[in-house]
């Protein structure tokens, strides 16, 4: 099954909303979670979350970890066209080989103008 | 700037034909990582590396194998593709254990 469940699978807005992307996990041994936006190509780096509470914003972006609930969002303000795309929760267990990253399925966000 | 580099964007293959996937990495890191990403199932792991001629299964190696000859190059080969193995393939690789990953543009891979 999977360790990583993200919700929704795919969200249509339009231009100005406010959206929320879920991710919830279950690994045995919790390092950290990351977010990655991917667009035509490569996935790039946008968070990497280790402690609870604590929010990170970059921009119209942000992101908070809850590792009681085992839980992250990503916020987007204001969105634009330009955030269309997929966004990837990946979460480090420490007990894995090479602390490799178990990857969600992705929210694929489309922003209509 | 770090950069892990696919050779081919993309490439399309006949059904039984033996394929390369080559992946280049200039950052001098440890680890290296081959995805296939697929609509509605996401990143999937295929093979990892973690030095020069080590390597480790994934959760879906079978038609798959690696080769890592030098540490900056990974290459997924594909020994008799199939049309199930369609997907864009992302490679990855990061500096050690519980770092992030640095990922390549991808090759989508068309098998006719």
């Known amino acids: 099954e999977d360790k990583v469940v993200q919700s929704p699978l795919s969200l249509v807005v339009h231009e100005g909303d406010t959206v929320t992307l879920n991710c919830s996990y279950e690994?045995?041994?919790?390092?950290?979670l990351l977010w990655y936006k991917q667009e035509k190509k490569a996935p790039t780096f946008l968070f990497m979350l280790?402690?609870?509470?604590i929010e990170k914003k970059s921009g119209r972006l942000s992101s908070i970890l809850d590792k009681k609930e085992l839980f992250s969002i990503l916020n987007i303000t204001a969105t634009q066209t330009g955030d269309s795309a997929i966004y990837l929760c990946?979460?480090?267990?420490?007990?894995?080989?090479?602390?490799?990253?178990?990857f969600g399925r992705g929210t694929q966000l489309t922003v209509w103008p | 700037d770090v950069k892990v580099t696919q050779s081919s964007r993309y490439l399309v293959k006949r059904t039984g034909e033996k394929v390369f996937l080559e992946c280049v990495q200039d950052?001098?890191?440890?680890?290296m990582f081959w995805y296939r990403q697929d609509p509605g199932l996401g990143l999937r792991l295929i093979y990892f590396s973690y030095d020069v001629k080590m390597k480790e299964k994934g959760d879906i190696p079978e038609g798959y194998s690696v080769s890592r000859e030098k540490k900056e190059r990974f290459s997924l080969i594909l020994e008799s593709a199939s049309t199930n193995q369609t997907s864009m393939y992302l490679c990855a690789s990061s500096e050690r254990a519980f770092y992030g990953y640095t990922f390549g543009s991808g090759t989508r891979l068309t098998v006719v």
């Open positions: 690994v045995t041994n919790f390092r950290s």
């Open positions: 990946a979460v480090v267990d420490r007990g894995s080989t090479l602390g490799r990253l178990y």
């Open positions: 280790t402690s609870s509470g």
């Open positions: 950052m001098d890191h440890e680890n």
